[in-house]
Structure formats: C-alpha cells, structure tokens
C-alpha cells in the first residue's frame, strides 16, 4: 500500500512525513472530542450561551484527559473515552457502606472488573498523596 502527499511546501521528505502524522493525530483529537464530549453541537442562537457550553465541554474533556493520565491502568491510556465509559463507567456494581469506608461489589462475570479495581485504587492512591 502506498501512500502520495502532494504539497507545495519547501520541507525535507522526513519533515513533511512528521507534518502530516501531527495533523492525523490531532484529526482524532478533534473526533474523539466530537463524539465522547459533543462538541460539534450548538443549543442556542445566542453566541454567549453557545460559548459558555464548549467552555464546559472543554472543561470535561481536560477533567477526563487528567482521569485518564493519573488514575486510568496503563493498558487503557490511550482508549477513547467512549470504550472508557463503557469499560468502567457504564458497569453495574454495588456501593457498600461499612464504618471507615465505601467498596464496590460487581457481578462476578464482569470483564472489566480487575481494571475497574486498579481504577479505584488509584484514585484512593491520589488521595492519600494530597492529605
């Protein structure tokens, strides 16, 4: 399979190459931010209020892109906040309330339940490090 990029620009091969994966990496960018966060809709016809809500999808996209840098497992880093919400979010599990703290109990055919685990001790990992 071959690849043609036609440019005019006055680059190195290597340069154009390493242009063109930047612009494909931030195509996904924009997708994933389009399809896990809608930011491609507009609900008003007012600028202020349509402003205002990409300000809080941003402000979503930059609170997941932190949850998934500091607490996610290595192994789903780079999945889509789509698979993520399905994976972890979108589970079914009890909240059990003891003394001292909360556990979470989930059905024992889940197939998500070690990384859902890992999650959830890392975020009380994250805890312990800011008292």
Not at 36 to 44: C, H, L, M, N, Y
């Amino acid at each position: 399979m071959y690849t043609f990029i036609v440019i005019n620009m006055d680059m190195e091969p290597y340069q154009i190459i390493q242009f063109y994966c930047g612009r494909g990496k931030m195509e996904n960018f924009i997708k994933e931010s389009k399809s896990g966060f809608d930011f491609a809709a507009v609900s008003s016809h007012s600028k202020i209020v349509n402003t205002n809500r990409m300000r809080l999808h941003m402000l979503a996209y930059n609170l997941f892109n932190w949850f998934r840098r500091l607490v996610l497992p290595a192994s789903m880093r780079k999945q889509q906040v789509d698979t993520i919400r399905l994976k972890l979010i979108k589970i079914a599990a009890r909240a059990i309330h003891s003394a001292r703290s909360i556990t979470f109990k989930l059905c024992s055919s889940c197939p998500y339940k070690k990384e859902f685990y890992r999650t959830w001790e890392n975020i009380q990992q994250l805890f312990v490090q800011l008292e």
